[in-house]
């Protein structure tokens, strides 16, 4: 049984930032895709960021992220994380993690087996 566990949301004022944490247990953490999206209410899963099992330097962002989230992770640790700066009202959703073995473009909700609980970032002065 794979699991998924993110942590580090909260709330924090426009320009600042947060760093996110994906624990994965129950699983081969070195054989998925592993990726970001957030949602907010009302409106569809949204990606933000993957970084490719079989290709660790073909890390893709969403254009809204470019420049400002990076993501990582450490194998060894069977986590990802997700630097989030300059942070934006914007921002503001419900971020989950994703873990996929499939092999594939990757950046739709539909091509990600597993995930995680999610955890609130709330960017308000």
């Known amino acids: 049984q794979v699991q998924l566990v993110e942590s580090g949301g909260g709330l924090v004022q426009p320009g600042e930032s947060l760093k996110l944490s994906c624990a994965v247990s129950?699983?081969?953490?070195?054989?998925?895709?592993m990726a970001w999206f957030r949602q907010v209410p009302g409106m569809e899963r949204e990606f933000v960021a993957r970084?490719?099992?079989?290709?660790?330097?073909?890390?893709y962002y969403a254009d809204s992220v470019k420049g400002r989230f990076t993501i990582h992770r450490e194998n060894a640790k069977n986590t990802m994380y997700l630097q989030m700066n300059s942070l934006k009202s914007e921002d503001t959703a419900v971020y989950y993690c994703?873990?996929?073995?499939?092999?594939?473009?990757?950046?739709?909700?539909?091509?990600?087996?597993?995930w995680g609980q999610g955890t609130q970032v709330t960017v308000s002065s």
């Open positions: 970084s490719l099992w079989w290709d660790s330097e073909n890390i």
């Open positions: 129950g699983g081969r953490f070195s054989s998925y895709t």
């Open positions: 994703a873990a996929s073995g499939r092999v594939g473009v990757m950046i739709v909700p539909s091509e990600y087996d597993y």
